[in-house]
């Protein structure tokens, strides 16, 4: 099969993915082989291949938004039959057994695995995936609708539940990437009015069209005082700016994995009971009920296809000018 390999991290301008030919991989006990019908890119894809987070192992296949169709089962897998379309998230295994996987909080988990950092992922023909962790798919989206979901929706989604907003309210988003599109349609649908602040003109231009009331650039400050906002953006300049965008008793949620020093603030800015949290990876629950709710919204994500071969382009794009919406790799 063919597969992109990183072999040492390196800026991504400098192309450090090599596409190879490599054996199919063969599942061991529990897990099931997918053949890959799409791998949507993530920029935690970036931090990978870039060494803003260690590496795991090498050489590696990146990527961990992966819809596919079983083909083959692992001894012991019966969760799925061959033909089953299925997704692969970020989250590929927990220990069951720690302090934080016994309270519900396998997200915190002290041996957690993950999909293209702790073993190869969907930049390849093929993936193998433990069957505890993969998630079928609902109805209603194609396979290229459906891959950002899985990483990009569900850490959205988290992040959305951790601003302990239900129903209602203001809510202010930071940069408007791929997570963000998907995000607004869920707070649109309970009622929330979204404040959308983006360097880029045309990511303004997709949020209106997606419900923001207001939009401006990553410099201003809502017209009014917001109850919460996500910081998708992997800028720890702005951590300060939402702060002084919430209201009192806001709460601001860091959303991406990886983020740029936060420069020192005035204690004012977090004054007031204003809370200022992270959001760290995903449960399985968190992604059962993001699918579900999805599906019922319905989440419409815009994507761009490309093949296999263009993998490593498109990252290169990613980290520059970016996509209106995601990137979705189809081999």
């Not at 601003?163 to 202010?172: I, M, Q, S, V």
């Amino acid at each position: 099969m063919k597969a992109w390999q990183l072999d040492h991290q390196a800026p991504v301008e400098t192309r450090p993915l090599v596409l190879r030919d490599v054996p199919v991989p063969e599942p061991d006990p529990g897990e099931v082989r997918i053949r890959v019908r799409a791998n949507a890119l993530c920029r935690t894809d970036l931090h990978v291949v870039e060494g803003d987070l260690a590496p795991h192992r090498l050489p590696l296949t990146p990527g961990h938004q992966i819809v596919g169709v079983v083909e083959t089962l692992g001894e012991g897998a019966t969760r799925f039959h061959p033909g089953d379309r299925v997704g692969v998230p970020w989250l590929r295994g927990t220990c069951g057994a720690c302090r934080f996987c016994r309270s519900g909080r396998e997200n915190l988990c002290e041996r957690a695995l993950f999909t293209g950092w702790d073993a190869d992922g969907g930049y390849a023909e093929y993936a193998i995936a433990p069957e505890a962790f993969v998630y079928r798919l609902p109805e209603g989206f194609d396979d290229e609708q459906a891959a950002p979901l899985l990483c990009a929706g569900i850490i959205g989604y988290r992040a959305l539940r951790l601003t302990e907003l239900e129903h209602g309210g203001r809510l202010g988003f930071y940069g408007f990437g791929s997570s963000a599109h998907v995000t607004i349609q869920v707070a649109r649908t309970r009622g929330m009015e979204v404040a959308v602040l983006a360097r880029s003109a045309k990511d303004r231009a997709v949020a209106e069209e997606l419900g923001a009331v207001w939009t401006g650039g990553t410099d201003e400050r809502p017209p009014w005082p917001l109850d919460a906002a996500i910081i998708f953006a992997p800028a720890g300049e702005l951590v300060a700016a939402g702060l002084a965008a919430v209201d009192k008793g806001g709460t601001v949620v860091c959303a991406g994995i990886h983020m740029s020093a936060i420069p020192a603030f005035d204690y004012e800015l977090l004054y007031d009971e204003r809370v200022l949290r992270s959001v760290a990876n995903n449960t399985r629950a968190d992604g059962e009920a993001f699918l579900g709710e999805a599906a019922d919204i319905p989440v419409r994500t815009r994507v761009t296809a490309l093949g296999l071969d263009e993998a490593q382009e498109a990252l290169v794009r990613l980290k520059g000018q970016g996509f209106d919406g995601s990137a979705v790799i189809v081999p």
